[in-house]
């Protein structure tokens, strides 16, 4: 994995020392909220609904166990014991108090970490599959080309004050494990016609209060091109996107009112003029990368292996979790694990301290000593092999984080909501708890089969509830708490945005609702087919139907 070099270092250090100075300043009364806003927001300090937050950037997901321990260490030294992974791949203290933040980002700048530009008018956490560097069914790794473009865009003068946040997210994978259609700019590692390996750029994606899918903008894009293309899509979107009203500020917004067609010809005119720059990344720094992300040291070993078969057959719940919670690896005799952090009646996303010094314990035994949090919510232990999977389930049943649930009705997507989040206007925790709780019996769960169900407490859509299969979206109505119900939405290949299905439930209905949904899809399903299979061939005027008793 990428290690922090002495620029890396010397960057760092020496914005955690403004950043300290700033700290003292606001404390001091020297600096009032208002200055002291932007300033924060740029080293991930948030001001939630009852105290800050610091979100930590983990880019592309990627985490060593040293930096997952480093985490379980500030979770217990400056928050309240847990911390919560979220939908970037990022994690969040929720309860850090401002004059320990300073030295929160010293004790992560130790295991190579910041929380630089975690927020702001900014390039986020660049986010990718999860599986990257082990998936079966991707071209090449896409990692070093995440790094490439986060070293671009840290603190780049040109991209610091853009008209609002920008989100990348990279794949190289034929499934779409990413979410690209849903971010400011998707790039898809592909073939061309001549089998050379580009990107596929999208543009223009994102939720919130107006939801887009990504538009194609070159549907090949030479690898050598990457940092230019990228400046030059910035360099528009910074000179035409709107700072005259947030709402309309994102680059979605943009390319909407433009259309595709004349988006791309400014894109392309920019690159053009642009060809003459200096080049950002040489082929020298490109190769240097790269070899920070070489394959760990396999060992040789069969695809089959008999030992771990023959525990699949003996073992009914381990062949279960097996089933639903491992991926295929392209390491012969190895395997993916996802760790669901699920529970029944949990929060999602949350770990404690505990459980992260004891999943940091596994990556050093299991998995090279390495781990990726998923754009669900998720953990991954990416390089296991087979002959270690049973002693790895038994480990992890122990500690509650085996269910077999990846992909399944509780394994939900869900924000903080208005338990902790000031813009919210609904809670979605408890609503997901109630869900998973009326839904915890595997049996059923199994039944139901792939259903991913989102929940946002408000229309950020910070919950990505327009891409569930099942999404709610918390709203408030005269004081009291209500939940619109999407559905049809997906990330995946089959992308496509939810629609509104109806009014929206109260708190004390909705999870009934959701009931009802279910079990309507389980009435008139044909065999094999996936509750969005069913939504999709039959539409949504059956559950309609049955949701509000239409006569």
Known sequence: MYRYDEFDNRLTAERIGEYRDQVARRLDGDLNEDNFRNLRLRNGLYMQLHAYMLRVAIPYGLMSSDQ???LAFLARTYDKDYGHFTTRQNLQFNWPNLEDTPEILEHL?????????????????VTADAFAGVARDEIEDPRPYCEIVRQFLTLNPEFSWLPRKFKIAVSAAAEDRAATTVHDIGLLLIHNAAGETGFRVLVGGGLGRSPFLGKVLRLFLPKDDLIGYLQAILRVYNMEGRRDNMYKARIKILVHELGIEKFRAKVEAEFEASAG???FIGRQEEARIKAQFAAPAYKRRDEYHPGHEAKLRKNAAFAQWAA????AHKQPGYAIVNLPLKPAGGIPGDVSADQMD???GLADTYSFGELRATHRQNLVLADV?????YSLWQKISKAGLAPPNLDRITDIICCPGMDYCSLATARSIP???RISERFSDQER????GELKLNISGCINACGHHHIGHIGLLGVEKNGEEYYQITVGGSAAGDADIGRIIGPAFASEDVVDAVETLVDTYLDIRAPGERFLDTLRRIGPEPFKERLYAID
Do not use: C, E, W, Y
Request: glycine residues 2%; hydrophobic residues 45%; proline residues 2%.
């Open 68 to 70: 997952l321990r480093k």
């Open 109 to 125: 700048a130790d295991v190579d970490m910041s929380a630089i530009q975690t927020s702001g008018n900014v390039n986020r956490n």
């Open 277 to 279: 720059d200096p080049l």
């Open 324 to 327: 639903h919670n491992l991926a």
């Open 358 to 360: 004891f999943i940091a």
């Open 385 to 389: 092999a087979k002959s270690d999977l």
């Open 431 to 433: 609503i997901a708890q």
């Open 445 to 448: 769960q199994d039944t139901i």
